[in-house]
């Protein structure tokens, strides 16, 4: 069996040293697609444009503008003149924000009863920043609010004291820099696309030779001829990976936590998972063409939208939480944050490697059992 298999194993990797172009987008080109996702997805929000209608002009309204745009989250574009340049500003995209400042904010500001009004137009369309800008501007008028108390207090000789104070610790990413969280899921991501066409390409370039009978009317058993021909795959995605990760320390500056033999661990069990997917579309397939597609679509679709990746699995619908175990795309993602953000043990997610491994084991007996009726029919 061994010898049988590293026969197949040698061949295959000749061929890929013959096809030298092939071999090289299998090296560099996923390093190439994590520097592109890596600075492409990034959910932090900065350099907000705002437009601001300051109908006051008074020196405490010149002093909120000034601590908006003296941070790094508000850069103001625009000063509007006229109610009928508030409309054309958020339709022309000239502004994501209009902030509008009545003329008697000062006067408001000073009195107990009410708060002094603001009003703030942001550009809806993305749901997800302008909550985040709602929360910099809310933020921003509580601390505005809080000197204006503080001025107020210190003319009667009151210090103003903060009678509860929540000090707030990020652990494992104290920046919230989004894209430490979502360098896992891309590495996952490439590496599971890579694998799975790599994969299975190489068997059905057998078919489309018509090589694929000579081996069917050989000696050789189903399970060598598949391991042998995923094994140098397996071993080139083990150093894309090993790429990936010296471009994201380089890139991105992204640090692995925990221990180097885990993240190991956890790479070979998901790119076990990852080549039996591939064996399972050759199989099926009969084309280079249709092989691609097939193996395209159910990588990198569920890899994406399904796994964790960019969404949170939780706040799914039930269907769709039970839905995202198609993927062991899902599985590594977990185990690979685990390590490599938050540092933690083989504890935390063992149970990942074992969901993996029984993905791969499920997708490999479909492989053979397909085949076998396959060649039963023919």
């Not at 609010?145 to 001025?151: F, T």
């Not at 042998?228 to 010296?246: E, H, M, N, S």
């Amino acid at each position: 069996m061994i010898s049988r298999t590293y026969a197949i194993a040698k061949k295959e990797i000749k061929q890929l040293i013959r096809d030298w172009r092939m071999l090289f987008v299998l090296l560099f080109f996923p390093t190439f697609l994590l520097g592109v996702f890596g600075y492409a997805v990034n959910f932090d929000v900065q350099n907000v444009k705002l437009a601001v209608y300051d109908q006051e002009m008074s020196e405490q309204s010149r002093d909120f503008i000034n601590s908006l745009s003296g941070s790094q989250y508000f850069d103001v574009v625009k000063t509007i003149r006229g109610n009928e340049e508030i409309k054309s500003t958020l339709d022309k995209k000239q502004a994501q924000v209009v902030l509008i400042i009545p003329r008697n904010f000062s006067r408001d500001a000073g009195k107990k009863s009410e708060p002094a009004e603001m009003q703030v137009l942001v550009d809806g369309v993305d749901g997800n920043t302008a909550t985040i800008i709602q929360n910099y501007l809310t933020a921003a008028a509580m601390k505005f609010s809080g000197e204006i108390q503080s001025k107020d207090m210190s003319k009667y000789g009151i210090s103003a004291g903060i009678p509860v104070e929540l000090e707030t610790v990020f652990w494992f990413n104290p920046e919230l820099e989004t894209t430490l969280f979502l360098i896992p899921g891309l590495i996952a991501m490439i590496l599971i696309v890579t694998a799975v066409v790599s994969v299975s390409l190489s068997l059905v370039r057998e078919k489309e030779r018509g090589t694929i009978e000579q081996i069917n009317v050989s000696s050789l058993r189903i399970y060598e001829l598949l391991i042998g021909k995923t094994l140098p795959y397996w071993l080139i995605a083990v150093v894309d990976a090993l790429f990936i990760l010296f471009a994201s320390y380089i890139l991105f500056g992204t640090e692995v936590r925990g221990n180097y033999f885990l993240l190991f661990l956890s790479i070979t069990f998901f790119l076990l998972a990852c080549t039996s997917i591939g064996i399972f579309v050759s199989v099926i397939s009969d084309s280079m063409q249709v092989a691609f597609a097939v193996s395209t679509f159910i990588s990198m679709l569920p890899s994406i939208i399904i796994s964790g990746f960019i969404f949170p699995i939780e706040s799914m619908p039930g269907i769709l939480q039970l839905l995202s175990n198609i993927t062991p795309a899902k599985f590594f993602i977990i185990s690979l944050r685990a390590v490599m953000l938050r540092g933690v043990g083989i504890s935390a997610f063992w149970d990942q490697f074992i969901y993996m491994f029984i993905f791969a084991l499920i997708m490999f007996l479909m492989a053979v059992v397909v085949n076998q009726v396959k060649e039963k029919k023919v």
